[in-house]
């Protein structure tokens, strides 16, 4: 949609953390020795472990690493938002998604970024894309997440394989058009919400595979009523998305029906006809806009 940039000098890594303090300085210095060029967010959400204590120390030994501290655990949008909105702030034309856990490979980063250099304005680091995979992850939940972007992707009608894969890199172009106070905050559902909106807007979004590393340190924040959570709210979406294309078929439909009935050369004898089924375009063009809610 835009423009190539040259990414790694004017990439933001945004790192959140909650209780992350084994992980955290592993990380920072994994995205550090694969990207030199790289800037780190640290999004800490006053880590009872001391994480944020620790992020600071790494920050004044880094010019690179940067830190934002927030009063308490807002839940993992949040500290998004507040990283998106500090690189916007600043020059980043980049900004990245990454969990402290090294679940999202500092070494495939390259992979994202590459693709952004070739026009991409959101790239989502795929586990259910060809080459894509999960390590260490229980079957169960393999076949969960799996199945669970699957319906994810069909009920939204989405081309995406991956809309709940937290590795991603956006251009800042996407970010500032996104309306972050409209975003879903059940679980971490916003990370298919942003996508679906990106998708619809036009944006060029696409997929790269990567593969997907199952915490060994620190314990999971995600809770398990999750799942279902996400997977109700999608299907809301993916209802309120067929009936704006509905709508929008018969907005443009109609008309086009009534005035083209209108122009056909008819015998008197069967105007009748000709009534009946423009009056019939209409009533059914009516009751698709009452039934989709639309005016
Ligand atoms: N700042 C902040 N970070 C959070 C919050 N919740 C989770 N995180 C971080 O978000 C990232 C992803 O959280 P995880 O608990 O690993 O969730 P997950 O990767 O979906 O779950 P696992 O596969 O079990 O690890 C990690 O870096 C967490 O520390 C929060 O409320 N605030
Ligand atoms: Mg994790």
């Not at 199945?147 to 970010?175: C, K, P, Q, V």
């Not at 009748?272 to 039934?291: A, D, G, M, R």
Request: proline share 3%; hydrophobic share 40%.
């Amino acid at each position: 949609m835009t423009s190539a940039v040259s990414t790694a000098s004017q990439t933001l890594v945004i790192i959140p953390t909650y209780n992350e303090i084994e992980n955290l300085p592993i990380i920072t210095s994994r995205v550090r020795a694969a990207q030199p060029e790289v800037h780190v967010l640290i999004v800490d959400d006053n880590s009872p472990d001391g994480t944020g204590n620790l992020a600071d120390r790494l920050a004044a030994e880094d010019d690179n690493v940067h830190v934002l501290h927030r009063e308490g655990k807002g839940g993992l949008l949040g500290a998004y938002i507040a990283g998106f909105e500090w690189g916007l702030e600043r020059e980043y034309q980049v900004l990245c998604e990454m969990d402290a856990d090294g679940s999202h490979s500092p070494d495939q980063l390259h992979l994202l970024l590459e693709e952004i250099d070739r026009g991409a304005d959101l790239v989502i680091g795929s586990r259910y894309v060809p080459g894509g995979k999960t390590v260490n992850w229980p079957a169960s939940r393999e076949l969960l997440s799996r199945w669970g972007n699957r319906y994810i992707s069909f009920a939204l009608g989405a081309e995406l394989s991956d809309m709940t894969a937290g590795y991603r890199a956006f251009r800042r172009e996407l970010l500032e058009e996104l309306d972050f106070a409209e975003l879903s905050d059940a679980g971490y559902i916003f990370q298919v919400d942003v996508a679906f909106r990106a998708e619809k807007a036009g944006f060029d979004v696409r997929e790269v595979p990567i593969t997907f590393t199952e915490r060994e340190l620190g314990e999971s924040k995600l809770d398990g009523s999750f799942v279902k959570d996400s997977l109700a709210e999608v299907t809301k979406w993916g209802f309120a998305h067929r009936k704006e294309q509905v709508s929008n078929f018969y907005n443009d439909a109609a008309p086009l029906a009534k005035h083209m009935i209108e122009g056909i050369d008819i015998k008197p004898k069967a105007a009748e006809i000709k009534t009946e089924v423009t009056n019939f375009v209409e009533e059914v063009s009516k009751l698709v806009k009452h039934q989709c809610g639309c005016k």
